[in-house]
């Protein structure tokens, strides 16, 4: 245990004090890895905070629940949205209620005079707890089978679009994240290259002198790793520092929508996902990079 | 104990460097190998130490067998020799200190283990004032010692000097190989690689050597 300890703890330190020693490299690898990170994070908190949106914002997509003219059961459907366990609120209007508004209303006041008696129906506006696409479809063919229902209608088409516009911006933000990967793998492979070069006399000797192959191999693992994980902070700062930027002007149009939206700071799980893939893509880089280059001093 | 039975050694596209040599080299002894320039010392040293393999024949070191040693296992033999080259091989990028500590590190000895036994080693070639100074800075002389205190800091059983004296003047010569018969004089394994058998020796180990003489790859 001891042994595995000092095996792990002493190439760790030989690394801190190399990226001590060159500190100014080192923090310019760290902002590479965080400027390239930080764009899909961007895209990702960019369309992450829009989802948040659509099921946040204070004109909640409704059902309209129009009952049969001649219908005779209302209070019965209204105890069955009462009990109704998806249902987060309704509210009912008689169609006396519905007749005088519209005969008041200028715009259709001209259209209801031309009318000789109340066409409309009794509704109710229903405001399901759930706004995702699928339970308002759920709800909606529940409802259409009731008795004295003539017509449910949904009228969040739109709420289905943007879905459809944000899974598009997921796949974008996947795509990205792939390809930013595969460079920062190549850039960090590269790096480490370069090191294993400058210090093959190093290599060598310890070959010699009865290195195993694993001792020679962990400090540039290590060098991966931390640089990964510099990274990848570097990338926190930076996605910090542009959504409170950005915070500043989303502020102004949202209050001019009456909205308090903001873009939220990444949270805990995101922090989390952001270090631990930096930190796993310069591992692999290094691996990479480890395994190509010190293959040729491996039949010393 | 070391035995090549019939050890043949030859490069891709090259004549043998090494033909058919049989030898043994008891616990102890302290080793010559000499010859001229290309005779083959240096290929023997590292056939030896577990650096090269055999192209045919039998390298026995302490009854292993190098030729049928997995890969993964070289390099814990290896460890059993201190190695001093001519060119020293000295890291120069480090200072003494942890020029001389590597053996040790690979060995997994580290903090105040590994040094009290790199001081002890510093103080045994007389440099332990020069603890913190950077190789390049040293004399040749002062350069080898170094690289004797790292050849001995892991207390190996077999010390290897291939031309220790090649670059150094006959003063700073006799200086380093007295420090490799003190080894022997201890119970070490000293095989020593030069042009020939150096003319001072001290009577109490004059008696006591073995020599190897090759010539064109053939022990004679």
């Keep these: 245990m001891s042994l595995w300890l000092t095996q792990h703890q002493q190439p760790l330190k030989l690394v801190i004090g190399r990226m001590r020693n060159n500190l100014m490299a080192t923090l310019l690898m760290f902002c590479v ?11 990702y908190t960019v369309v992450d905070n829009l989802s948040r949106l659509t099921g946040g914002v204070e004109s909640k997509p409704q059902i309209s629940l129009f009952l049969k003219l001649d219908a005779s059961n209302k209070t019965e459907i209204e105890a069955q949205l009462k009990k109704h366990a998806d249902i987060a609120s309704f509210e009912f209007v008689s169609k006396d209620d519905a007749w005088s508004k519209m005969q008041q209303d200028k715009n259709t006041a001209d259209a209801a005079a031309s009318l000789e008696k109340n066409p409309l129906p009794d509704a109710f506006y229903i405001t399901p707890k759930k706004v995702s696409p699928d339970n308002m479809a759920r709800l909606q063919e529940e409802m259409q089978k009731w008795d004295g229902v003539e017509l449910a209608q949904v009228d969040a088409n739109w709420v289905k679009r943007l879905d459809t516009i944000l899974k598009l911006g997921k796949k974008a933000v996947f795509v990205l994240l792939v390809l930013l990967g ?13 090191q294993i070069m400058t210090q093959r006399e190093e290599i060598e000797v310890s070959k010699l002198i009865g290195a195993t192959n694993p001792f020679i191999r962990r400090p540039f693992l290590y060098a991966g790793v931390l640089y990964g994980l510099g990274g ?3 990338a926190l700062l930076i996605l910090t520092l542009v959504t409170l930027l950005f915070n500043f002007s989303v502020a102004e149009i949202a209050d001019l929508y009456a909205s308090n939206f903001r873009l939220h700071l990444p949270n805990g799980s995101s922090i989390l996902v952001l270090l631990a893939s930096a930190t796993g893509l310069g ?10 280059t010190l293959a040729q001093f491996e039949n010393l | 104990m070391i035995k090549f039975d019939q050890v043949s050694k030859r490069y891709p596209g090259n004549y043998e460097t090494l033909k058919r040599i049989s030898f043994e080299i008891e616990q102890g002894d302290l080793v010559f190998v000499t010859g001229a320039s290309g005779a083959g010392k240096s290929t023997l040293l590292k056939l030896i130490a577990g ?7 039998t390298v026995l070191i302490n009854s292993q067998n190098v030729s049928q040693l997995k890969a993964a296992a070289i390099p ?3 460890r059993q020799f201190g190695l001093i080259f001519q060119d020293h091989k000295l890291l120069y990028d480090r200072n003494c200190y942890e020029n001389v500590v590597l053996p040790l590190n690979i060995n997994g000895i580290i903090g105040e283990d590994a040094a009290k036994r790199v001081r002890a080693a510093l103080d045994k070639v007389g440099l ?3 603890e913190k100074a950077m190789p390049i800075t040293l004399s040749g002389g002062e350069q080898q010692r170094l690289a004797i205190a790292r050849a001995v800091v892991s207390r190996p059983a077999f010390l290897i000097a291939d031309e220790p004296t090649g670059n150094l003047d006959e003063n700073y010569a006799a200086e380093i190989l007295e420090f490799l018969y003190a080894f022997q004089q201890v119970g070490v394994t000293v095989i020593i690689a030069s042009h020939e058998v150096p003319k001072h020796l001290p009577p109490e180990i004059a008696s006591s050597i073995k020599v190897l003489h090759l010539q064109h790859g053939e022990l004679v």
């Design chain 1, 33 to 43: 890895i965080g400027v390239t990170l930080c764009l899909p994070a961007i895209l």
């Design chain 1, 182 to 194: 595969f460079a920062l793998i190549t850039v960090i492979g590269n790096t480490i290259r370069l």
């Design chain 1, 232 to 234: 990848g902070l570097a």
């Design chain 1, 283 to 292: 591992w692999l880089g290094s691996y990479f990079a480890v395994n190509r």
């Design chain 2, 51 to 57: 650096l090269e393999r055999p192209t045919s024949g």
């Design chain 2, 76 to 78: 814990y033999l290896r």
């Design chain 2, 128 to 130: 332990l004032d020069k």
